[in-house]
Structure formats: C-alpha cells, structure tokens
C-alpha cells in the first residue's frame, strides 16, 4: 500500500505570496491533517479534515486554510507568507477520527519564505 | 504553554543497552499517546501507542509506561541498535465530542546509540 504522500517536496517562495502544498493520504484513509515543524516551536498541529470538512483547528491564523476533495487529497494554503512561516509542513492520514488510530505521516514539504 | 514535554534534547545510549526516553504532560484530559521516530529529511514514523487505561505496551523491543497519577510516560527501547538512532516524539490525544482531536507533540529527543 502507498504511504502518504506530499509534493512538492521542496518550495521557496518570497515574503507576500502564497503558497498550496498538496497531500495525498493512504488509499482507504478518510482523515486529513496537516501540522507545521520549526525548530523553535517543534511539531504543531495546523487542522484536520474528514469527509472534506474541517473538524479541528490548532491556533494558527487565518492565513493558513485547507481543504479536503471527495477523493480524500486534501490541499493547504498560506496567504501573504511571513518569514516565520519556513517550516516543514507535513500532512498525516489516518482511517477515522476515532481516537485508537494513529496517524501517518507523509515526508514533509520544505518551505522556505525569503 | 507546553502541555507535552521532553526535557531532554539528546540522550546518548551504548549500542546493546536499554535507552530510556521520557515525556511528561500538564492536561489531564489526554486520553491516549503516543511515539513516534523521525529519521532527518523523511516525516514521523509511528513507533507505539497507550490508551490511558493501560499502564505499559509492548510491541518488540519498544515498550511504554504510563504514570496517569504523574502524568509521565516512558519509552524503553532494549537492546538499542545504531538504526534507532533518531529524533523521538512524544505526542498526546484526547477525545472531544466527534473524535480524537489533534495530536499534540513535545520538542522531541535526539537518541544516539554510540557502537
């Protein structure tokens, strides 16, 4: 079975643009979640999607949105970027939201803001 | 406010030896945790996980203690070897109304298993 994956994989972007990173999760998986890892605030989660509607929020600003296709891919969006948004963005898939699943995660999108 | 910690950045254990990770939380509504392996340039790899009625898991060499009255977990990886030297995440999960919520990760250590 195929892991989660990600793309694109490395992205460099100057400060006031936007960004979409794109996550395909493992085939069957209906839960979608994104999270951001600096190194100062470590791994931190962004928001989770299931069934294409977005079911939890971390604390992150308006300028970061998803969403979630009926194929269960799901996209990620950062408006007018900052320089604190370099971050590796990961995006995990899991089969439900029931709390005895873990979560998968796929190798990460490397963003860099300039 | 840090409600899953690892204190400890790094830990250097000998090749063979038991390596001991450790992870405390502040909120007491947690219900469910786990441990995950990150090697650099790829995402977390699932390792383990406790539901809070249990107070150890075993799964191979990993096994996982929880103390809910200290809110403390612990990762025992015995016996070590080089390949698991890696970055170690705790992370924590409660339950609200339609599902788990988001997991939420301590800082992570740095194991180093020394040959």
């Known amino acids: 079975k195929a892991g989660v994956t990600q793309t694109p994989r490395y992205l460099i972007k100057t400060r006031g643009q936007q960004v979409t990173l794109s996550c395909s999760p493992i085939?069957?998986?209906?839960?979608v979640s994104w999270y951001q890892q600096t190194p100062g605030q470590g791994l931190q989660f962004l928001f989770e999607y299931f069934s294409e509607t977005q079911r939890n929020k971390g604390n992150f600003p308006g300028r970061f949105s998803g969403r979630q296709f009926s194929n269960s891919r799901s996209e990620m969006n950062v408006s007018t970027l900052e320089l604190g948004d370099s971050a590796l963005y990961l995006c995990?898939?899991?089969?439900?939201?029931?709390?005895?699943?873990?979560?998968?995660f796929g190798p990460g999108t490397r963003l860099t803001v300039l | 406010d840090q409600q899953v910690k690892q204190n400890s950045p790094s830990l250097s254990v000998q090749e063979g030896r038991i390596s001991i990770l450790n992870c405390d939380y502040t909120n007491s509504m947690f219900d469910y945790f786990l441990w995950y392996k990150k090697y650099p340039a790829e995402g977390p790899t699932f390792l383990i996980s406790i539901s809070s009625i249990k107070d150890k898991n075993e799964d191979g060499r990993f096994t996982v203690f929880l103390n809910k009255s200290a809110k403390h977990l612990s990762l025992h990886i015995v016996p070590s070897q080089p390949g698991d030297s890696a970055v170690y995440f705790c992370a924590a999960s409660l339950y609200s109304g339609g599902g788990a919520d988001g997991l939420t990760f301590g800082k992570g250590t740095h194991l180093i298993i020394q040959p």
């Open positions: 085939s069957g998986h209906r839960s």
């Open positions: 995990a898939s899991r089969w439900d939201t029931g709390v005895y699943n873990e979560q998968f």
